[in-house]
């Protein structure tokens, strides 16, 4: 059962990163009345765009040339860490934080007027979502166990559905961002890498790929920390993994059909409801402690 389960994680690792970006393109489509890309698209055009030789701007330097490849390392680094667990999931905060520092640089150094732009946004986004993807991860390696019972999932509902609301902010999803609309008036990581191309978008855009796999599988690695109904099987670890699994496939879908069905707001309104959804969380997280 131990190789099964070793099995189900590299199964997990390989496959989430190429379904989960293409579900989220083909539902929200489908949402919207219209065929979409196929699921495998991402990957696709990953392939396509290796294969072009990068047209680095007049003012690229250092970063132009070694940030692609490390946000790219960085993300299969984190994505390893949801997967696996192979060290504390507390120290993901600290690895997405130095993947935004060699996104921000490139956007910045590049000399691009919307690169600046995405940068301040990216900027905001990540000051108000980690303190909550701290807390969340905290709260959740803690001793703290939810009985399997309504209360316990009521308690369990409410915080995972706070800890998605900085998945959004953090993935630049509706109400945050929108990538269907006009460049000047939204778009975070679009803007960013307007002046990447062929090898260095890929990379990039790879990044991007892992970076949703690796929250959907932490969404559902939580969830699984907050219950102990898992205990009480003598294959839990397997059940857990195919939890996870599935798990992020529904989340997927899920977000597929948010973005189709919801708009961005204002930006001023993003520190308001990232702050109330940090103390809702502390509170919770409070409660449920004692």
């Not at 690895?95 to 910045?108: D, E, H, P």
């Not at 790879?206 to 559902?220: E, P, R, S």
Request: glycine share 8%; hydrophobic share 55%; proline share 4%.
């Amino acid at each position: 059962m131990e190789y099964i389960n070793y099995l189900l994680l590299f199964f997990i690792f390989l496959f989430l990163p190429f379904v989960c970006g293409g579900i989220i393109r083909k539902i929200r489509a489908m949402a919207q009345g219209r065929m979409g890309p196929p699921v495998l698209q991402n990957y696709f055009d990953f392939i396509r765009l290796w294969g072009k030789t990068p047209i680095d701007g007049p003012y690229s330097g250092f970063y132009a040339s070694s940030a692609p490849i490390s946000v790219f390392l960085i993300g299969i680094f984190i994505y390893s860490i949801s997967v696996f667990e192979w060290i504390p999931l507390l120290l993901l905060p600290f690895f997405l934080t130095l993947q935004r520092v060699f996104l921000i640089g490139y956007a910045m150094e590049t000399g691009s007027s919307f690169g600046g732009l995405g940068t301040s946004r990216e900027i905001l986004l990540s000051i108000t979502s980690e303190p909550i993807l701290i807390l969340s991860i905290l709260v959740s390696q803690s001793k703290i166990h939810v009985d399997f019972h309504w209360l316990g999932l009521a308690l369990g509902t409410l915080f995972l559905g706070s800890f998605l609301v900085s998945i959004l902010a953090e993935l630049s999803k509706p109400p945050f961002d929108d990538p269907r609309t006009h460049l000047e008036l939204t778009m975070v990581h679009e803007a960013m890498l307007l002046e990447a191309s062929g090898r260095t978008l890929a990379f990039f855009e790879g990044a991007n790929q892992l970076k949703i796999a690796t929250f959907f599988v932490i969404l559902n690695r939580i969830g699984l920390e907050h219950t102990n109904f898992l205990q009480l099987s003598k294959y839990h670890e397997v059940v857990a993994n195919l939890i996870v699994l599935f798990g992020s496939l529904a989340l997927s879908v899920l977000i597929g059909y948010w973005e189709a069905i919801s708009v961005r707001r204002k930006w001023i309104w993003i520190p308001e409801v990232m702050g109330m959804t940090f103390l809702f969380l502390l509170v919770l997280g409070t409660l449920v402690k004692l």
